[in-house]
């Protein structure tokens, strides 16, 4: 059963317990490039019961916007066909999550929004709702600040889990943007979602590509071993005019809250991270380097203690010896981004390019000296991460050849570590050559 095949799932009349993901746990961790279907090419899922789903969050993620390629709704959509019924969408800004149910109704998916409730917290949900309605997944895509923890307000995870145990949940990455001292918080998530056996992914699309399941399709074919890994990020700071994404304060900074895909990328092909032996140095704003000239925000309103670097570049080795490295730049002008990552192993160089906007791959294997260039036109990665993640909530048969979900929320929990890791190295680092400057100026 192929996740395009819309074979036989389970029905409404089936009890609520599926298999969970420490169930799943023979499924593999890559998936065979070939059945990463584009969405016009892929079958709604089969079945006449609904699928009915909440939606946490009514923003740009959920619903799309001019800024990037997302829009979640517009992929379950795509996927469930008539059986989509979103039960709820829960935002504090109610009219925001009104008017795009009003659009919602207005078009031709009316069907899965006619009967959809807007609520402004968890907790009117949870009074207000027909308990008698059974909800089959939670799509979590609130503000990372705002979830990804313990604490009341700030646990949405938990809160679902609690009155909705064992229900399916996708969560947005990162898992949370909070300060390192609650780093603890997210591995507790974490442990309760694995205890809880929810089917629980978290959207770290680029594992989805079709180029970077190429990657590891030749990775393991040949019985490599991955010996490096170097990513590069390059942004268009110029069309970045959200100030809280320049005030680390607000946003973590740009290596947590945007280099945050790179970061799982490259421990995606290397492995676990040695944390200890993360290294990292910045460009920072008031350098002679760090002068941006077209900022689409007044950075002067931020303090000067949390204004974002202008460059991080980070190393580290992993548990398997191998070396990491990612430098993350916000340098560019205009509206394209730069990406590559290159995994290294004995005779192979593998080189993803462009990822966001048109992946391309270029291989260099053992007898050629020349790169082979591969490109995957019109590859969406959300969909496929979004349709995975459904086969697996409805299947009904053992697939040898399925996959596990790519990112569990343990694993983007080790991600958000290694993020908070480089940010710190980058602050020491910061830190001790100011106070050598200090030390030095005091000598003369």
Request: hydrophobic share 35%; proline share 5%.
């Amino acid at each position: 059963m192929t996740p395009a095949s819309g074979g036989p799932r389970r029905g409404s009349n089936k009890p609520i317990e599926r298999r969970g993901s420490s169930n799943v746990s023979s499924r593999r961790q890559s998936i065979d490039p070939s059945r990463l279907v584009r969405m016009d090419k892929v079958t709604h899922v089969g079945g006449t019961d609904n699928f009915n789903v909440v939606f946490i969050g009514a923003g740009n993620i959920m619903f799309g916007s001019d800024e990037g390629p997302w829009n979640h709704s517009f992929r379950f959509e795509h996927k469930l066909g008539l059986r989509l019924k979103v039960v709820a969408i829960v935002d504090p800004a109610v009219e925001r999550a009104k008017d795009v149910l009003r659009k919602k109704c207005d078009s031709f998916v009316v069907s899965a929004y006619q009967a959809t409730e807007v609520y402004k917290n968890f907790e009117e949900f949870l009074k207000q709702r027909d308990s008698s309605q059974r909800i089959n997944a939670f799509l979590i895509g609130s503000p990372p600040m705002f979830r990804g923890t313990t604490t009341s307000g700030r646990d949405i995870e938990m809160q679902i889990m609690k009155h909705f145990p064992g229900v399916a949940m996708f969560i947005e990455k990162p898992v949370a943007t909070g300060p390192k001292s609650e780093l603890d918080e997210a591995f507790k998530v974490s442990k309760s979602i694995t205890e809880s056996g929810a089917i629980c992914s978290v959207g770290y699309m680029l594992r989805y590509l079709k180029a970077v399941q190429m990657m590891k399709q030749i990775i393991e074919d040949n019985g490599l071993t991955v010996m490096a890994t170097i990513a590069r990020y390059a942004c268009a700071y110029e069309a970045i005019a959200k100030p809280d994404w320049w005030d680390k304060s607000k946003s973590a900074g740009p290596i947590i809250e945007q280099g945050t895909h790179f970061c799982d990328l490259s421990r995606y092909f290397g492995g676990e991270v040695d944390i200890s032996s993360v290294t990292a140095h910045s460009l920072e704003w008031d350098e002679n380097a760090g002068h941006l000239s077209k900022m689409s925000i007044d950075e002067s309103k931020i303090a000067p203690e949390n204004r974002i670097p202008r460059v991080t570049a980070a190393t580290w080795k992993y548990d398997s010896g191998a070396i990491g490295s990612f430098t993350h730049v916000a340098t560019l002008q205009g509206h394209n981004y730069s990406c590559e990552l290159e995994v290294h192993a004995d005779g192979y160089s593998l080189k993803l390019v462009n990822p966001y906007v048109q992946p391309m791959l270029y291989i260099r294997e053992p007898g050629d000296d020349h790169e082979r260039m591969v490109t995957f036109p019109d590859d969406d990665p959300f969909f496929s991460e979004v349709s995975n993640w459904i086969d697996i909530i409805e299947d009904i048969e053992e697939d040898p050849d399925a996959a596990q979900i790519l990112s569990s929320y343990e694993d983007a929990c080790r991600t958000y570590e290694l993020t908070w890791a480089i940010r710190e190295a980058s602050e020491r680092s910061r830190a001790a050559k100011l106070a050598a400057s200090n030390v030095k100026v005091e000598s003369t």
